[in-house]
């Protein structure tokens, strides 16, 4: 009954946390980006007609498909109106519900990692670490973007709906209780499964959810030993497992190409080549992590630039992150496999919007770091239980040697 009231206790202060951050949004008018586009000038988000919905379900209006993002706003429109604070408004509840689902996951993981108990157990210095990971990932500034740009509902949308879905996963498959390949419960696998579509029908960067639940069946799960576990029996059975998530992806990423071609957003490789691609991931990657520990400089918009120097500065500190990363990733392997997971996971959350393929005309974007910080904040959960652990031991040990 206490671990209960710590929860609701900490999920009323992220909830109001956001709405403290967030809320002076709820006054701001529909920003002249695409919300013009979107909201202003277009009449087929006004209510749920017939002819809406159907425009609804197929139209890839502005280089996106997100049918079930376009049916939220016509919700909204049916019961609060199409006013710019009402969508503020809805955007600001999505990014406290995500808050609050995160902070759950962070819960689960956390009792696998420090096996404070199967099923996310954890004492109240852990409640405590998973709501700092998750006010972390609520309120930093990089998170602006998505939560007061109208437009950027499907970044929130979509997140509440992939959280649910590793919500489900992990109930399906009994986190905490590694050693076991198979599916404890069918109805939360396919739950999972459900909810990953929606996701990818609220916004496509769900495509590459099934990397990232192969790399926690890894670790915490520990339901696949390695990289020579997954070429067992057991490991293969895992594998199967993820062909509906794959699938799901795979047809989000066709949809999402179609949809980027059809609004003459995509970059070709005449228009920016396989060097400038490979160039602008290492510095995005290098941009988000810098952004996400040290925010500063934002900006709404980070303008692709005509040509880029390799070899620029900023640049060449792209190239020795990545490579520090990869040094990083390979040592902690073994002494540590949960930093790795945790970069690898980074990796696969961020790779889709590192301009591999380029769509738009922003180099980088901080609402693109919505999903990607979530590692990030999971580190920093574990992170303040293991000093106050190690402040704790030795507090233990000097009074022993008192003694």
């Known amino acids: 009954m206490g671990e209960r009231r710590w929860l609701l206790g900490v999920c009323a202060a992220l909830v109001a946390l956001v709405m403290v951050a967030f809320w002076p949004a709820v006054s701001a008018f529909y920003v002249s980006w695409d919300d013009r586009q979107n909201f202003v000038t277009n009449p087929m988000w006004w209510g749920l007609s017939g002819e809406n919905v159907r425009w609804m379900l197929t139209t890839f209006h502005m280089g996106h498909w997100h049918p079930l993002t376009w049916l939220s706003f016509g919700l909204q429109y049916e019961l609060i109106g199409g006013d710019p604070g009402a969508s503020h408004a809805v955007n600001i509840g999505l990014h406290a519900l995500n808050s609050v689902l995160f902070f759950l996951v962070v819960r689960r993981v956390l009792g696998m990692v420090t096996e404070e108990g199967a099923g996310g157990g954890l004492s109240r210095l852990g409640v405590v670490a998973a709501g700092l990971g998750a006010a972390y990932f609520a309120v930093h500034p990089l998170r602006v973007e998505s939560v007061a740009w109208a437009t950027e509902r499907r970044d929130l949308l979509s997140t509440a709906l992939l959280l649910g879905s590793l919500l489900a996963y992990l109930r399906a498959v009994g986190e905490g209780e590694g050693g076991s390949s198979g599916v404890r419960d069918r109805r939360w696998y396919w739950a999972a499964v459900v909810l990953l579509a929606l996701s990818c029908a609220s916004k496509a960067w769900g495509m590459s959810f099934f990397v990232v639940l192969m ?181 233990g040990a000097e009074g022993g040697c008192l003694r």
Do not use: N
């Open 215 to 395: 790399l926690l069946d890894v670790y915490p799960l520990r339901r696949v030993e390695g990289v020579r576990g997954w070429f067992t029996r057991a490991g293969l059975r895992v594998a199967v497992e993820k062909l509906p998530f794959a699938a799901i992806g795979v047809a989000t990423a066709v949809v999402a190409s179609k949809a980027q071609s059809a609004g003459m957003a995509t970059k070709t490789l005449a228009e920016w080549g396989l060097v400038e691609r490979a160039v602008q991931a290492c510095y995005g990657l290098m941009f988000y992590l810098r952004q996400s520990v040290a925010p500063s400089g934002h900006s709404p918009l980070y303008e692709l630039p005509v040509s880029v120097d390799p070899l620029e500065g900023r640049y060449v500190a792209g190239y020795v992150v990545v490579l520090a990363l990869v040094v990083v990733g390979l040592m902690m392997w073994r002494r540590a496999r949960g930093v790795t997971v945790g970069l690898l996971i980074y990796l696969v959350l961020v790779s889709p919007v590192l301009g591999v393929l380029q769509s738009g005309y922003q180099f980088v974007a901080d609402r693109y770091s919505y999903l990607a910080t979530m590692p990030l904040a999971v580190g920093l959960a574990w992170a303040a239980v293991w000093v106050v652990r190690r402040a704790e031991a030795r507090r």
